[in-house]
């Protein structure tokens, strides 16, 4: 069965570092997206692509974040300057219908 | 935009009881899903429901769309069902922004 796959399963940086996120949406996919979620806390909505743009992003997503679809296949997340409040479990989806979730990428910054 | 709760918020079993988790939403849907995150923090489908009812084994799940709520039954409950399950839309308007609920902390003890 087709499944959505993200890289690294954990990622340890120091603040003010760079972080690539990457998923490999389910292929015939047509909408994806990523999550965070902050440990004990409900998942949140940060950003939504379609047709190789941004369709809605929410207050989270700010000029910090950038999202690429670099290739036919890859999906990525660029923080550019990390914070330790971005420390979290980041979650890429691929929708079509249903939306399907990654295993996550756990983001710590120390 | 749409507001998404879940009751109850935290909830105790006893293997082999019976329970039923709520999720209500302020505005029209176009895709509901249920979803189970693990002890490993995985998050798993277990239902696209945006109407009507659906079942898979112990598990069913009722969505009421013209009254914006849908239920997640989980009938003869195993120490595996705990986690936290989450319920999930996006509005009638837009496939872009899918808002996550707060959800249901579930704990089966032996």
């Known amino acids: 069965e087709p499944e959505v796959t993200q890289t690294p399963s954990h990622q340890v940086t120091q603040m003010g570092q760079e972080v690539i996120l990457r998923c490999v949406p389910i292929s015939n996919h047509l909408y994806f997206y990523w999550y965070r979620q902050i440990l004990g806390q409900k998942v949140e909505f940060l950003v939504s692509?379609?047709?190789?743009?941004?369709?809605?992003k929410s207050e989270i997503f700010d000029d910090q974040f950038s999202v690429e679809r670099p290739d036919g296949s890859n999906f990525t997340l660029k923080i550019r300057s990390t914070k330790l409040e971005d420390s979290a479990m980041y979650f890429c989806a691929s929708m079509k219908g249903e939306q399907y979730f990654g295993p996550g990428t756990r983001l710590t910054v120390t | 935009g749409i507001q998404v709760e879940q009751s109850p918020p935290d909830l105790i079993l006893q293997e082999g009881a019976n329970s039923t988790l709520r999720c209500n939403f302020s505005d029209s849907v176009n895709n509901l899903q249920w979803f189970h995150q693990n002890p490993w923090g995985q998050l798993i489908n277990l239902f696209y429901?945006?109407?009507g009812t659906k079942q898979n084994g112990r598990l069913s799940a009722t969505t009421v769309a013209t009254e914006r709520y849908s239920l997640l039954y989980i009938s003869s409950s195993q120490t595996t069902d705990s986690g936290v399950y989450f319920c999930?839309?996006?509005?009638?308007?837009?496939?872009?922004?899918?808002?996550f609920g707060p959800g249901t902390s579930l704990s089966v003890i032996p």
């Open positions: 692509f379609y047709n190789n743009e941004i369709s809605e």
């Open positions: 999930a839309v996006a509005e009638k308007t837009s496939y872009d922004k899918v808002i």
């Open positions: 429901i945006p109407s």
